[in-house]
């Protein structure tokens, strides 16, 4: 039995709640045939939110994980790409930090690609009318930070699979960010569910997705 891990997490900036966590957490103890998903939650906070993702793997020894962060603004499931090795954060995390220009991993590459088959899930989605598309770029907030550190701590895993999905607000939040896109806590479970059958059952990438990305 195959344990897929997926983590999502805190509120953060003032919000009340966290969709990628109310997403993920939704999902913990589902399985099909051959998996079980196991969700956690991280904390905002550079550092300590690589150190979490550090242990759970150590723990879990996952075949599959799948970070998932907020992204307001986003319009769709964004699957992420390419995760780089810099802090440089345009707000303060929960611990009161705003890092400027500080390196993930001292020393480390200067970036990390998935290992997710991040245009076959795209299709995927889109196939199950879910609006997605690649996103070539996690920001450089806690996201990135946490899909850096994930992508640095299964380096030299064989078989692990992983990356990182942004989602947009939940319309209760859009509601207080006048002109921001949504989309229902319903639709994102669902995109979460098809990515991880996806990224099991494809060994390799699709070669292209049609229409625009980030």
């Given at each position: 039995?195959?344990?897929?891990?997926?983590?999502?997490?805190?509120?953060f900036?003032?919000?009340?709640?966290?969709?990628?966590?109310?997403?993920?957490?939704a999902?913990?103890?589902?399985?099909e045939v051959g998996?079980?998903?196991?969700?956690?939650?991280?904390p905002?906070v550079?550092?300590?939110?690589?150190?979490?993702?550090?242990?759970?793997i150590?723990?879990l020894?996952p075949?599959?994980v799948?970070?998932?962060?907020q992204a307001g603004g986003?319009?769709?499931?964004?699957?992420e790409?390419?995760?780089?090795?810099?802090d440089?954060?345009?707000?303060?995390d929960?611990?009161?930090?705003?890092?400027v220009?500080?390196?993930?991993?001292?020393?480390?590459?200067?970036?990390?690609?998935?290992t997710?088959p991040?245009?076959?899930?795209?299709?995927?989605l889109?196939?199950?009318?879910l609006?997605?598309?690649?996103?070539?770029?996690?920001?450089?907030?806690?996201?990135?930070?946490?899909?850096?550190?994930?992508?640095?701590?299964?380096?030299?895993r064989?078989?692990?699979?992983a990356?990182f999905?942004?989602?947009?607000?939940?319309p209760?939040?859009?509601?207080?960010?006048?002109?921001a896109?949504?989309?229902?806590?319903?639709q994102?479970?669902?995109?979460?569910r098809?990515?991880?059958?996806?990224?099991l059952?494809?060994?390799?990438?699709?070669?292209?997705?049609g229409?625009?990305?980030h």
């Amino acid at each position: 039995m195959k344990t897929v891990l997926l983590t999502g997490f805190e509120p953060f900036n003032k919000e009340p709640i966290n969709p990628a966590w109310e997403t993920v957490r939704a999902l913990d103890g589902w399985g099909e045939v051959g998996f079980r998903v196991v969700a956690r939650q991280l904390p905002c906070v550079f550092g300590d939110a690589n150190a979490a993702m550090a242990a759970l793997i150590d723990e879990l020894h996952p075949a599959l994980v799948i970070a998932v962060g907020q992204a307001g603004g986003r319009v769709d499931l964004s699957v992420e790409r390419v995760a780089i090795n810099v802090d440089d954060a345009p707000i303060k995390d929960n611990a009161e930090q705003q890092l400027v220009d500080v390196p993930i991993v001292r020393g480390g590459p200067a970036a990390y690609f998935s290992t997710l088959p991040i245009k076959a899930i795209v299709a995927a989605l889109r196939a199950a009318g879910l609006p997605a598309s690649v996103s070539q770029t996690a920001g450089t907030f806690v996201c990135n930070h946490v899909f850096y550190g994930l992508m640095h701590a299964v380096a030299g895993r064989d078989g692990v699979k992983a990356g990182f999905i942004h989602i947009p607000y939940l319309p209760e939040q859009a509601a207080r960010h006048p002109g921001a896109a949504s989309m229902s806590l319903e639709q994102m479970i669902e995109g979460i569910r098809v990515a991880i059958r996806t990224a099991l059952a494809s060994d390799r990438d699709a070669v292209a997705v049609g229409g625009a990305t980030h």
